[in-house]
């Protein structure tokens, strides 16, 4: 997850329990890094242009981060335990394929999203092609 143009790119990033993520700053000014998330409680010093310093994600749930220069820079880790997560696009779409028959328990996350942990479930049975569409509220 880049820091570029006073953002974090992407803004929300998925990522498998246990997975390092690096945090390359391609602006030209300094940057640091925060999170006071339960699954993750660090704080990266300020560091330069084309410099990285990276993290570790041991547990599984959404990680706010945060940048102590810039106060409207917000990013977002989602840590998950399951092959089957994907991002939705622009249009609030996604499409996960090879996930296998049966029942299942369907999460779906948002940074605002309304609900414990920003998040909802439903229980889906899956049988063959599966759709569904889903309405949130946001706070
Ligand atoms: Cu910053």
Same mark, same amino acid.
């Given at each position: ?14 990522? #498998? ?26 704080? @990266? ?8 310093? #990276? ?6 749930? #959404? ?32 499409? @996960? ?6 029942s299942a328990v369907m ?9 414990? #942990? ?6 889906v049975?899956l ?13």
């Amino acid at each position: 997850m880049a820091q570029k143009d006073l953002k974090f790119t992407p803004g929300t990033l998925i990522v #498998a329990k246990g997975s390092v993520v690096a945090f390359p700053n391609l602006d030209r000014v300094r940057h640091s890094i925060y999170s006071f998330s339960r699954i993750a409680r660090f704080e @990266i010093d300020l560091y330069g242009r084309e410099q990285t310093r #990276a993290q570790k994600f041991d547990i599984a749930g #959404a990680a706010a981060l945060g940048c102590n220069i810039h106060d409207a820079m917000r990013g977002y880790v989602r840590v998950v335990e399951t092959p089957f997560a994907a991002k939705t696009d622009a249009n609030g779409l996604v499409q @996960i394929a090879g996930i296998p028959t049966g029942s299942a328990v369907m999460t779906v996350w948002h940074p605002r999203l309304r609900g414990p #942990a920003n998040e909802m479930r439903a229980s889906v049975s899956l049988n063959g092609d599966f759709s569904r569409k889903i309405g949130i509220r946001l706070r």
